[in-house]
């Protein structure tokens, strides 16, 4: 019964999820070359946008997809290593703009790890009552018969309450993990369609590894897809 | 015979009193060993940060597996949230997602839930 509510969660969960979206009626399996352009660095996180190229690169090259990073490719062209090749800088814009396929990315998040010290102040609200209780003297009194009848008048006189509060201080340790998020596009170049398009975070103890999942997991389906 | 109820109750909230310190006393151990997961997880020692968190999950249970004290589902979400984490980086995929099933029962908060869903999904894919 377990393992049955188990499934059903699980499938839950998994049409729950956010899927890509695909342009119908096209055969992915024709693309043979992708480019990649570069992406942006995420507001102020310097170099995001080259470790997430570096991490795409990886996963599609995994794939079995041909790869022209549009980012270093040119700067490796004017080296002069590169002539050894043949490779003209004419011949590999020939060989980018014949490739009709780009992959664009933009990241929606790019955050390390973080460790954080929170004060936690406990208050004791205690507080003490003190009662004065005044005994006055003894009031004799005679009853009819002549018996001596002795009885005490109790008075409550002051009442004090101390407020006695106490304030403990202690320190909490906070981990916030790492975590990538990113929006990928692959495009038609000859008409300007696109053709697939994913939204994918993960998180994870270090960005390294978040980098990786997310592009991982991003990428996957596309994976489905080309082959 | 009357001395029985008030003596029963008074023994009654001296148990009480006693589970109350002990839960606090736990509590406190449980955040300390947190705090020495996450130290060993600056320290990049994964190994290590995953048994505090392991020693952290076993301050609540005795050995029944019965839950000892109350502590609030949300610290033991969190704990089973480092675990998750801890087993993915260290290449334990079915540890992890039993970790992150936990996480998912104990989440209070609907972010927490939502990366819980995330992470075993990516996982089972």
Redesign the interface.
């Known amino acids: 019964m377990r393992r049955v509510l188990a499934f059903i969660f ?1 499938f839950f ?2 049409s ?2 956010d899927k890509p979206v695909v342009k119908p009626d096209f055969d992915f399996t024709s693309i043979e070359t992708i480019v990649i352009y570069p992406t942006p660095d995420f507001r102020s996180f310097a170099g995001s946008g080259t470790i997430i190229n570096k991490s795409i690169v990886y996963q599609l090259m995994k794939m079995g997809i041909n790869i022209v990073e549009r980012e270093t490719t040119p700067a490796l062209i004017k080296e002069a290593s590169l002539s050894q090749t043949g490779i003209t800088q004419s011949e590999f814009d020939v060989k980018i703009t014949s490739s009709n396929f780009v992959l664009l990315c933009t990241l929606t998040e790019f955050k390390d790890h973080q ?1 954080i010290v929170v004060p936690i102040r406990t208050r004791n609200r205690g507080s003490s009552v003190t009662t004065v209780e005044t005994i006055n003297e003894p009031i004799i009194t005679k009853d009819k018969i002549g018996n001596e009848i002795v009885h005490y008048e109790t008075t409550t006189t002051e009442t004090t309450t101390t407020q006695k509060g106490s304030l403990t201080e202690r320190e ?4 916030i ?1 790492s975590r990538v998020g990113m929006t990928v596009q692959l495009i038609d170049v000859a008409n300007g369609d696109v053709l697939w398009t994913n939204t994918y ?6 960005l390294t ?1 978040a980098v990786h ?1 997310c592009v991982y ?1 991003a990428l ?1 389906p596309l994976e489905q897809l080309l082959n | 015979m009357k001395k029985f109820p008030i003596r029963f109750l008074g023994l009654l909230a001296a148990l009480f009193l006693n589970i109350a310190i002990a839960g606090e006393t736990n509590n406190d151990d449980v ?1 300390i060993l ?2 020495k997961s ?2 060993a ?2 320290n ?1 020692d ?1 190994e290590k940060a995953l048994s505090f968190i392991n020693q952290a999950k076993n301050v609540n249970y005795d050995n029944n597996n019965y839950r000892l004290t109350n502590s609030d589902d949300s610290t033991l979400a969190e704990i089973y949230q ?1 675990e998750g ?2 087993l ?2 260290l290449g334990k995929k079915g540890e992890a997602i039993s970790a992150w099933y936990n996480c998912l029962n104990y989440a209070k908060t609907d972010a927490l839930k939502k ?1 819980a ?6 996982l ?2």
């Not at chain 1, 909490?172 to 981990?175: A, F, G, I, R």
């Not at chain 1, 975070?201 to 270090?206: A, C, D, L, Q, R």
């Open positions: 699980l969960l998994y729950c999820a460790v909490s340790v906070e981990y993990s975070w993960y998180t994870s103890i270090s590894n999942e997991g996957k | 955040n947190i705090n996450i130290m997880i600056q990049k994964y480092m984490q801890l993915e980086i990366e869903e995330v992470h075993l999904k990516h089972r894919d």
